[in-house]
């Protein structure tokens, strides 16, 4: 089998295929239709990298976890019952700004860059187990 990227929209009476969509074909015909106006062939196999052989230092691997049954659910202010650490802000309309989701993070002592937007902070947040809505 081999894979073509159709470069210019394509169909007959049994198919129709677009401009930039992959089609898997089988050896013969994938050469056929791949004749650089109609489609161009496609390697999909992933470039081979050069790796070290070095060992891995003891310290650098985490040690194990807990299983996934077992772990603790991540902190929400029902849960803490502390006062100090706020509701999300909106996600959108008034209030839901870089700034609200920046003191937001804050108040959950998550770590978040200088001047990040809201559509940054929210995978930090979600990655931290901090309530996002």
């Not at 007959?12 to 930039?20: A, E, I, L, V």
């Not at 074909?25 to 056929?32: G, K, R, V, W, Y």
């Not at 860059?113 to 929210?122: K, L, M, S």
């Amino acid at each position: 089998m081999a894979v073509i990227e159709v470069l210019t929209g394509i169909a007959g009476d049994d198919f129709s295929w677009r401009r930039g969509q992959l089609v898997e074909l089988d050896q013969a015909d994938a050469e056929q239709w791949a004749d650089g106006r109609r489609a161009r062939l496609v390697d999909l196999q992933p470039p081979v990298r050069e790796t070290t052989t070095r060992p891995v230092p003891e310290h650098d691997v985490p040690p194990p976890g807990p299983a996934r049954e077992t772990a603790v659910p991540p902190a929400t202010p029902e849960r803490t019952g502390d006062p100090e650490r706020p509701s999300p802000p909106p996600r959108k309309g008034p209030g839901s700004g870089d700034k609200a989701w920046q003191q937001y993070a804050a108040a959950w002592q998550v770590d978040v860059p200088d001047g990040a937007r809201r559509e940054d902070i929210w995978p930090l947040l979600d990655a931290a187990g901090v309530p996002t809505e």
